[in-house]
């Protein structure tokens, strides 16, 4: 069954310095997602992709944040300076349409840690 | 502010019995509905859909919606130990983001 794979599982960081978080969505998806879970709290949405764009983006999505589809099959997340803050688990999500009905299905996580 | 609303928990529900996980939600154009399934230190695993008032069923999930009254429900029959987890409700309101609320910790007591 085809699913979404992330890649680091587990990254720690120094704060300040830059991350990026790879993601590869299913195959026939088109749209992308970024989602962040802190320890104990809700998952909550960070940014939508669609055609190399970003579609949506949340309040947490600030200018340290940026994404990238660099080839056909890698979504890529990267936080340029890192802060305490950040530590959270960011998953990647993709699903085949948009809007009403959009089915996201989830990769199984990069666990970040700044220290 | 968008909101989805979910009792924490934890729900104790004994092996072979039903287990009812209710939601609310404040976006009334909301159009998706989703119920996750989250194990301690995993991703979200998507179990049901549901878009249209009614009942939706899927082996031993039933799914229920209710827009008038902003409400979405899960059901698992014959809970199983492996059942127990965190259900996260989740909510497309309109574009492309999900909004989930904090989730119910089910607790299936052998």
């Known amino acids: 069954e085809p699913e979404v794979t992330q890649t680091p599982s587990h990254q720690v960081t120094q704060m300040g310095q830059e991350v990026i978080l790879r993601c590869v969505p299913i195959?026939?998806?088109?749209?992308f997602y970024w989602y962040r879970q802190i320890l104990g709290q809700k998952v909550e949405f960070l940014v939508s992709?669609?055609?190399?764009?970003?579609?949506?983006k949340s309040e947490i999505f600030d200018d340290q944040f940026s994404v990238e589809r660099p080839d056909g099959s890698n979504f890529t997340l990267k936080i340029r300076s890192t802060k305490l803050e950040d530590s959270a688990m960011y998953f990647c999500?993709?699903?085949?349409?948009?809007?009403?009905?959009?089915?996201?299905?989830f990769g199984p996580g990069t666990r970040l840690t700044v220290l | 502010q968008k909101e989805v609303e979910q009792n924490s928990g934890p729900l104790s529900v004994p092996e072979g019995a039903i287990a009812s996980l209710n939601c609310t939600y404040s976006?009334?154009?909301?159009?998706?509905f989703f119920w996750y399934r989250q194990y301690s230190g995993k991703s979200p695993e998507l179990i049901m859909s549901?878009?249209?008032?009614g009942d939706k069923e899927d082996g031993r999930f039933t799914a229920q919606l209710n827009k008038a009254s902003q409400y979405v429900s899960l059901l698992i029959r014959d809970s199983q130990p492996s059942d127990s987890a965190t259900y996260l409700c989740?909510?497309?309101?309109?574009?492309?983001?999900?909004?989930f609320g904090k989730g119910t910790r089910l607790h299936i007591l052998p």
């Open positions: 549901i878009y249209s008032n």
């Open positions: 992709f669609y055609n190399n764009e970003i579609s949506e």
């Open positions: 976006d009334r154009v909301s159009q998706s």
């Open positions: 989740a909510v497309n309101p309109r574009d492309d983001k999900i909004i």
């Open positions: 195959s026939n998806h088109l749209y």
């Open positions: 999500a993709s699903s085949a349409t948009s809007g009403g009905g959009n089915e996201q299905f």
